[in-house]
């Protein structure tokens, strides 16, 4: 399958890293096919290499899939895990990314736009592999209370300390709306956090019988989004 590049505007060129990319790494040569993709537009595409440029000319537009539009809410963890987050999550579909700071959090928010740099290449990278058609947007909150939960249609907290409800109890699941996963950081969350959430009405689940780390939680209830495609 041609590879995949993300780009600001689809105006048939390519340059910067991702032209160094096909050049230099890839290796292409005139008229390989690759796979272009700008705001949810995926176009089939050959290319032409000149001055350290890449040229393309669009063969076919691809074909989008609906998609659950989600967004995870990760409690802030350390910051291997958060690149860990960054890249799975995007391999399983994540729509966006909240890093916030909550009551048990470790580490503080510092250094910010830094990370988001980061993070935000992290994502790019792990969408062109995971042959995605976006990349999900990537933010920092210091605050689990400065996120608008209006945004949301239904707030889904997996949590530790529910032992009834599991995810299969999440079965009305509709396309077109909008979910939101808190995933608590080390340590988990705490009550006066499930106080919180209770009073924006939102469901409680487990994610099964055992205890996952923060960073791989997330991808549990990604994957159980996944398979409702």
Same mark, same amino acid.
């Given at each position: 399958?041609?590879?995949?590049?993300?780009?600001?505007?689809?105006?048939?060129?390519?340059?910067?890293?991702? !032209?160094?990319?096909?050049?230099?790494?890839?290796?292409?040569?005139?008229?390989?096919?690759?796979? @272009? /993709?700008?705001?949810?537009?995926?176009?089939? !595409?050959?290319?032409?290499?000149?001055?350290?440029?890449?040229?393309?000319?669009?063969?076919?537009?691809?074909?989008?899939?609906?998609?659950?539009?989600?967004?995870?809410?990760?409690?802030?963890?350390?910051?291997?895990?958060?690149? %860990?987050?960054?890249?799975? !999550?995007? @391999?399983?579909? @994540?729509?966006?990314?909240?890093?916030?700071?909550? &009551?048990?959090?470790?580490?503080?928010?510092?250094? &910010?736009?830094?990370? *988001?740099?980061?993070?935000?290449?992290? =994502?790019?990278? =792990?969408?062109?592999?995971?042959?995605?058609?976006?990349?999900?947007?990537?933010?920092?909150?210091?605050?689990?209370?400065?996120?608008?939960?209006?945004?949301?249609?239904?707030?889904?907290? /997996?949590? &530790?300390?529910?032992?009834?409800?599991?995810?299969?109890?999440?079965?009305?699941?509709?396309?077109?709306? *909008?979910? !939101?996963?808190?995933?608590?950081?080390?340590?988990?969350?705490?009550?006066?956090?499930?106080?919180?959430?209770?009073?924006?009405?939102?469901? %409680?689940?487990?994610?099964?019988?055992?205890?996952?780390?923060?960073? =791989?939680?997330?991808?549990?209830?990604?994957?159980?989004?996944?398979?409702?495609?």
């Amino acid at each position: 399958m041609p590879q995949r590049y993300f780009v600001k505007n689809l105006n048939g060129i390519i340059e910067g890293q991702d !032209a160094h990319h096909i050049i230099r790494v890839m290796r292409m040569r005139d008229h390989d096919e690759i796979i @272009v /993709c700008d705001k949810q537009t995926c176009v089939l !595409a050959t290319i032409e290499i000149k001055d350290e440029k890449v040229f393309y000319t669009e063969i076919k537009k691809l074909e989008l899939k609906k998609q659950f539009n989600v967004t995870l809410i990760q409690g802030l963890p350390k910051k291997n895990k958060m690149e %860990f987050v960054s890249k799975y !999550a995007t @391999v399983f579909g @994540v729509s966006q990314i909240y890093f916030c700071g909550m &009551e048990r959090s470790i580490v503080k928010l510092e250094n &910010e736009t830094f990370k *988001k740099q980061r993070l935000s290449t992290i =994502a790019k990278e =792990a969408a062109e592999l995971a042959h995605r058609f976006d990349i999900p947007n990537i933010e920092m909150v210091s605050n689990i209370k400065n996120i608008d939960f209006s945004y949301f249609d239904q707030i889904i907290v /997996c949590d &530790e300390d529910e032992h009834m409800v599991h995810m299969k109890a999440l079965n009305n699941l509709d396309i077109f709306k *909008k979910y !939101a996963v808190i995933i608590g950081p080390e340590g988990g969350i705490s009550d006066q956090e499930r106080i919180f959430f209770k009073s924006l009405d939102a469901t %409680f689940i487990s994610l099964g019988q055992y205890i996952l780390p923060t960073e =791989a939680a997330s991808l549990s209830i990604l994957s159980f989004f996944m398979h409702q495609n």
